[in-house]
């Protein structure tokens, strides 16, 4: 996931995307983080999030950059090792997973420029051969390369060596395009560009020991402002414990909703009032169960909000979405610069409503108009 320019103001929506799909380990790429940065995040978010950043060297605010985002909720973050293998551009992290199992999981972010891909696949092979590493269970990141045509739209080959080099280095690591074997004709995009062309540059690739431990594959235009899809899937092992969904939180976008804020503000006078009603308390009335019966009421009626207000534009993301993959689909979307361009402006309309959700609620708006893992295992967008 590229993260781009100005991050600081993205990682209030990076940390509740973690929290809300459940991720794990979220794996991004062009973080452009400065140290006094890194700190700041650091500062805000230590009890939720741990961020493992590797810089590029020589601009380290302004080019490149990957960073590991790691859910404390969710998985044990002590032990935790990053090896670099390019500064700024590919890194390895090891983490303890279940038990005394360990995962290892490779973040890369390929150069722009194709003719810097050659060196670059090479690069990291030699590094890996050099520090004697064991294969890794998980690849992923941003490749800007595609190995098939399909994964373009227009349907093109990238540069034949350049190919043949990441193809040598997946061989080196023991790791496959699992997505793509399962679904050979099949066309999803992770990244559009302003020439309206459409490419699956962002993929995951996997260990074949983990072959039937990966379910619930994605794409997805996430909340996180980022011009790239999130890709995630859940790594599953048969011995895993089972994870729930957590409690219920009320969505953002009703914080600002001020008919359900004044509900709110009544109902607590009411339980203040209750409270500190000098008649004797007993079991049944008493300032506990007072207190517990307004987080009650205040959760109903924030469901019944939602359900009023939010359930409208969920329901026309769903079917953007599905007209989104669609289109991807379309025969004729190699050769139409009009389907592709649709297709552009279905993504832009879901990331449109996506913020709406976030900000406020319809009742409220008038006419004012992210490479991760779960708790088992996925990665995310830029």
């Known amino acids: 996931m590229h993260l781009g320019q100005n991050q600081i103001s993205k990682w209030t929506t990076i940390n509740r995307e973690m929290r809300e799909k459940q991720i794990g380990i979220l794996c991004v790429q062009e973080t452009h983080l400065c140290p006094e940065h890194q700190t700041q995040i650091d500062t805000l978010y230590a009890r939720r999030l741990v961020v493992l950043n590797s810089s590029d060297t020589t601009r380290p605010c302004s080019s490149a950059g990957i960073a590991f985002i790691l859910n404390k909720e969710i998985i044990n973050t002590t032990n935790t090792k ?54 890794p269970d998980l690849m992923m990141g941003d490749f800007n390369l595609t190995e098939d045509p399909i994964d373009w739209a227009p349907a093109r080959f990238d540069n034949e060596a350049t190919i043949d080099a990441l193809c040598d280095l997946r061989t080196t690591l023991q790791v496959q395009d699992t997505w793509r074997i399962a ?132 329901q026309r993301i769903h079917s953007l979405t599905k007209d989104m993959r669609k289109l991807a689909n379309d025969r004729n979307i190699d050769g139409s610069e009009d389907v592709r361009l649709n297709e552009i402006l279905l993504e832009k309309e879901i990331s449109h409503l996506q913020k709406r959700t976030l900000k406020r609620p319809p009742s409220v708006h008038k006419h004012n108009g992210l490479h991760m893992v779960r708790p088992s295992v996925s990665t995310g967008p830029k």
């Open 82 to 135: 990053i090896q670099v293998l390019i500064p700024g551009r590919a890194a390895l992290l090891s983490i303890k997973w279940h038990e005394n199992n360990i995962i290892k999981i490779l973040n890369v972010y390929a150069p722009n420029n194709p003719n810097e891909h050659l060196n670059f696949w090479n690069k990291i092979k030699s590094e890996w051969l050099k520090l004697s590493l064991d294969a």
């Open 183 to 314: 679904h050979p004709h099949c066309r999803i995009f992770t990244f559009s560009s302003n020439h309206q062309t459409l490419s699956r540059l962002d993929r995951i690739y996997v260990s074949e020991r983990h072959a039937t431990s990966l379910i619930d594959w994605d794409s997805h235009i996430c909340q996180i402002p980022t011009d790239h899809h999130l890709v995630s899937v859940r790594l599953a092992p048969p011995n895993l414990p089972h994870i729930g969904k957590g409690h219920w939180s009320w969505p953002q976008g009703l914080v600002t909703n001020t008919d359900l804020m004044d509900k709110v503000i009544t109902l607590g006078i009411k339980a203040q009032a209750d409270i500190e009603n000098p008649t004797p308390h007993t079991n049944e009335i008493n300032p506990q169960r007072i207190w517990c019966s307004l987080k009650n009421d205040m959760n109903t009626i924030a469901r019944d909000t939602a359900k009023t207000h939010l359930h409208k534009i969920n």
